[in-house]
């Protein structure tokens, strides 16, 4: 049994946004950390391990320095690290990542009792389609927005958050649930994981490795094979400093209408 955990490199977004000409992230001049919602779902395969002793394996793909941010995971308690990496992947939206990625899992190999467990979203994007949209071109039955789970016997029992309540679901394995962070609290890595997270296996998929796939088609994968694309990114200027009113209550009304006046505002 293997609890597979799909997690991406995200933009810090407490600090400045680079984007290239034609509208992608320039990932490599910002300062990065693993998407919120994946730490959740990799807390989950790590607490499914605990109960169960399963093999948990992270799944990212993108450039080679996020190798940083799977050793990190390894050092949390995960067994296995796989890197998706490629030119020819690189621009991908959800629709061809998604393609990317099944066609990864599928070279890891998914068993009848693996569990495959995605963040909700990722934060610089906010689609919530790449989770989804895994299950689909796998095949899979899954569970969005899970906010508790449990393992019993050969099904997985999930409770998913609504607008206005919850929803228990069972399903059978294989499967794919999207954590959301009401899930759970990620734990820290350990000085033992820390020692020994070099030393456990640690996979590169390049194109090569993938291109035999029926999923992997240079039309519908990278940036041109791409349905979506960003017609423009930016990042937001800076807003200015407030207008301090100083004075009684009444002379600060006064002097407040009289801005808003003057602006046309009243």
Not at 250 to 258: F, M, N, S, Y
Request: some cysteine; charged content about 25%.
């Amino acid at each position: 049994m293997k609890a597979i955990v799909c997690v991406k490199q995200v933009p810090d977004t407490s600090g400045k946004v680079a984007v290239n000409p034609d509208g992608t992230l320039n990932r490599a001049s910002m300062q990065t950390i693993t998407n919120p919602d994946d730490m959740n779902a990799v807390e989950a395969a790590l607490r499914l391990k605990d109960e169960t002793g399963c093999k948990v394996v992270v799944v990212t793909m993108g450039p080679s320095p996020a190798e940083g941010m799977l050793r990190e995971l390894l050092a949390m308690g995960a067994d296995e690290a796989v890197l998706v990496s490629a030119r020819e992947f690189g621009g991908s939206d959800t629709y061809a990542t998604s393609q990317i990625l099944s066609a990864a899992i599928k070279k890891i190999g998914l068993d009848k009792d693996d569990v495959i467990f995605c963040g909700r979203q990722a934060i610089d994007g906010d689609t919530a389609q790449v989770g989804p949209q895994i299950a689909e071109k796998l095949g899979l039955p899954q569970v969005s927005y899970v906010a508790n789970v449990t393992r019993e016997g050969d099904k997985v029992v999930c409770k998913r958050m609504l607008e206005d309540g919850y929803m228990v679901v069972e399903t059978t394995t294989p499967c794919l649930l999207t954590c959301i962070k009401e899930l759970n609290e990620p734990r820290y890595m350990t000085m033992q994981g820390i020692s020994e997270c070099y030393n456990k296996p640690y996979t590169v998929l390049d194109f090569e490795a993938l291109k035999d796939d029926p999923l992997i088609d240079l039309t519908t994968i990278g940036l041109k094979g791409s349905p979506t694309n960003i017609f423009k990114s930016f990042t937001p200027p800076q807003k200015g400093t407030g207008m301090m009113l100083e004075g009684s209550g009444r002379e600060t009304t006064d002097k407040l209408a009289g801005i808003l006046a003057a602006k046309h505002v009243i």
